[in-house]
Structures are given as structure tokens and as C-alpha cells.
Nanobody
Framework: VQLQASGGGLVQAGGSLRLSCAAS????????MEWYRQAPGKERELVASSGGRTNYADAVRGRFTISRDNAKNTLYLQMNNLKPEDTAVYYC???????????WGQGTQVTVSS
């Protein structure tokens, strides 16, 4: 499976962005789809996941919404009320039941100005 992320950009604090992650190739066996982010000098962290249930990091709960369009094989992350601390490279990630079990997409940069 290949993952293509898009939708990042520069936005002012309080603004919104929607990230997309399109999956292509051998998409069978996808169990969980997730968004991670990595800020400069920090470790990559889980932002939201969509599998049997939806989970969010405490820092984004109530502001971000993860969703999936299975017909389009696309994962979304709607980000509202963005804050400067949300600035990071955002990555989509899938967990599969078939090899390869873990697949990363390329990142998309999100920059929030104060």
C-alpha cells in the first residue's frame, strides 16, 4: 500500500485545515488508519487513530476530527482552532493484517502562526 498525504500549509492561529491521506495499491487488510505528527526537536506522536474505535491525543481532543471514506480509500484529519503548538509535520500511518504490517506516508507540513 502507498499513502499520499496532502492538505498541509500555513495558517493563522484559530484557523482550520483538512489533511487527506489517499491509500493506493494493495489496500486489503488495513485495520487501523492513524495520523501522527512530529515537531522540530520532538519525537513523533500519535494524534488520532481510526480503527475499531476513534482515539485522540489529549492535546487535540475537541479540536481535531479523524474520519475515513472507505469508498475513496482516504483518511482525513479536520483540524479546527489551530494553535502554534500544532506546528509539525503530519504523517499518516496504517496498520495492516498482511505484510507489510506498518506503512507510513510521506509527511505534510502544517505551520500555525501566532
Amino acid at each position: 500500500v502507498q499513502l499520499q498525504a496532502s492538505g498541509g500549509g500555513l495558517v493563522q492561529a484559530g484557523g482550520s485545515l483538512r489533511l487527506s491521506c489517499a491509500a493506493s495499491g494493495t489496500i486489503s487488510g488495513i485495520k487501523v488508519m492513524e495520523w501522527y505528527r512530529q515537531a522540530p526537536g520532538k519525537e513523533r506522536e500519535l494524534v488520532a487513530s481510526s480503527g475499531g474505535r476513534t482515539n485522540y491525543a489529549d492535546a487535540v481532543r475537541g479540536r481535531f476530527t479523524i474520519s475515513r471514506d472507505n469508498a475513496k480509500n482516504t483518511l482525513y484529519l479536520q483540524m479546527n482552532n489551530l494553535k502554534p503548538e500544532d506546528t509539525a509535520v503530519y504523517y499518516c500511518h496504517v496498520v495492516k493484517t498482511t505484510l507489510p504490517f506498518y506503512v507510513w506516508g510521506q509527511g505534510t507540513q502544517v505551520t500555525v502562526s501566532s
